[in-house]
């Protein structure tokens, strides 16, 4: 075993020991059995699916419902503003997900896009072989009967072929990154767009990885979607704007709610950096399952992907600097998430639970405190009575008039207590009834999700009052 495993880099298995040593403390069960709710919790209420359910799942996929398409756009939408619409420098791409196969041999994934495999066997269930603690619990399950074979390297692109013959002329791959896409069109933005250096192109899209090992819910998948920046700058100037997008970057996670506590900016060491890298740094999560770990990646990564390209295609990448009549090719400053990570983060962050002895006097409760500008809904309306025509017709009025200017959910199913249930478990915000005393007062109850505080509000007032708490 231990020959076999020798053929793996030993920085690498060193560092993730030390990894599981620094984490130990925030690894616990109670945190192990938050993942089981909110896994529960995400089926229960519509937001994520297993893939392939009804046939028994596929292992590596999972299904947004429609709660969860909603929080997924909120966080794409977000991501967009922040990286591309609220900026002067940055303009968007949407690049096709097969590309052309000297692509994938240009950026280095043909020949580097692997990680080490190793298959046991007795059962034939295959590993990485880097990851020391799946092995272990394995060889505690097959006791004395141990054997394993040596360590391949597996290449995680996914191949299929282009055309209606299978063969080696027509094979290409689905993209492992949306990375290269840009990289690819990064001339033709050059030439139709008035952009000068520095300047970026984002792009948000599908990326598809045969890992040997998932797990963890949405933290690693094989089909996921990729939010990703790559920002062009002089060089010499690369180190400063790395440090930007560092800084840039974890705000946003930090003013979307993440508790600061839970999130930190981490410069990986030289030695687990890719060759070509002039710097990485990582956004770390304290996820429960591994306590600090990857949520995203902020790379500097030189001229290496535009030089690569260049000597490939056999074209000029290069840029002409017309104030310094220079040209040089752009380094790349790299900030990369995928959108099912940082969806999952949010939903680990605004997990809570009630006590029964809070102050909001529901007893326990499940709630998503989510920052109201990811929440699915802003705002769910309710008549007191499902059986009253006039609160119903009362209700669906404030329903249609806010619906024009937020995301808005109608309920009128069960008890009032069952529709708080309900909405605090999906993280909407406020909840409006409309009463007897609206009829009257023209007032509803308006009742916050996190302290289930309750006030009266004028009916004429709404769109503002949640208009000034979304802003």
């Not at 616990?28 to 089981?36: D, K, L, Q, S, V």
């Not at 391949?152 to 896409?181: C, S």
């Amino acid at each position: 075993m231990w020959t076999d495993l020798s053929l793996v880099s030993l920085t690498l298995i060193c560092n993730r020991l030390l990894l599981a040593l620094n984490n130990f403390c925030y690894h616990t069960p109670m945190a192990e059995n938050i993942m089981e709710k909110l896994v529960a919790l995400c089926k229960r209420r519509g937001i994520i699916f297993p893939g392939s359910d009804l046939y028994g799942g596929l292992n590596g996929t999972w299904d947004l419902g429609p709660i969860g398409v909603m929080f997924a756009n909120n966080i794409k939408s977000l991501w967009w503003q922040n990286v591309v619409t609220s900026r002067e420098d940055v303009v968007g791409l949407d690049s096709a997900i097969l590309h052309h196969p000297r692509v994938w041999e240009a950026s280095g994934h043909v020949a580097s896009f692997t990680d080490p495999l190793i298959e046991c066997k007795v059962c034939h269930a295959r590993f990485r072989a880097d990851h020391a603690d799946d092995i272990k619990k394995h060889q505690a399950e097959h006791k004395d009967k141990e054997d394993w074979t040596e360590v391949k390297q597996f290449n995680l692109m996914f191949k299929t072929f282009v055309g209606p013959i299978d063969d080696e002329q027509n094979k290409t791959y689905l993209r492992p990154e949306t990375a290269q896409g840009i990289f690819i069109n990064y001339a033709n933005v050059l030439e139709t767009m008035r952009v000068k250096i520095p300047f970026g192109i984002a792009q948000i899209g599908k990326g598809f990885r045969n890992e040997i090992t998932t797990g963890n819910f949405l933290f690693r998948v094989r089909e996921f979607e990729m939010m990703e920046l790559e920002f062009f700058v002089k060089p010499g100037t690369d180190k400063e704007w790395h440090e930007y997008w560092k800084k840039y970057r974890y705000q946003w996670y930090v003013d979307l709610g993440i508790k600061k506590e839970n999130i930190k900016v981490v410069d990986l060491p030289k030695e687990d950096l890719a060759h070509y890298s002039k710097g990485t740094a990582e956004i770390w999560y304290n996820w429960p399952f591994m306590g600090f770990g990857e949520m995203e990646g902020v790379a500097n990564r030189g001229d290496y992907d535009l030089s690569r390209h260049a000597e490939f295609s056999k074209k000029t990448l290069d840029y002409f600097e017309q104030e310094t009549r220079e040209r040089f090719v752009p380094y790349v400053i790299e900030p990369s998430v995928g959108v099912g990570r940082a969806m999952l983060a949010f939903l680990i962050d605004a997990y809570a639970e009630d006590d029964p002895t809070s102050s909001s006097g529901q007893g326990k409760r499940v709630f998503l405190k989510l920052h109201p500008k990811l929440a699915p809904y802003k705002v769910a309306v309710f008549p007191l009575l499902a059986n009253k025509e006039q609160l119903v017709e009362k209700a669906k009025e404030i329903y249609k008039t806010l619906k024009q200017s937020t995301s808005v959910a109608f309920d009128d199913r069960g008890n009032i207590g069952k529709r708080y249930l309900y909405q605090d478990e999906i993280g909407t915000p406020w909840c409006v009834t409309v009463d007897f005393d609206s009829l009257t007062d023209k007032k509803v109850t308006v009742r916050d999700r996190d302290t289930a505080k309750q006030e009266r509000v004028a009916i004429a007032d709404l769109p503002s009052y949640f208009h000034d708490k979304l802003r």
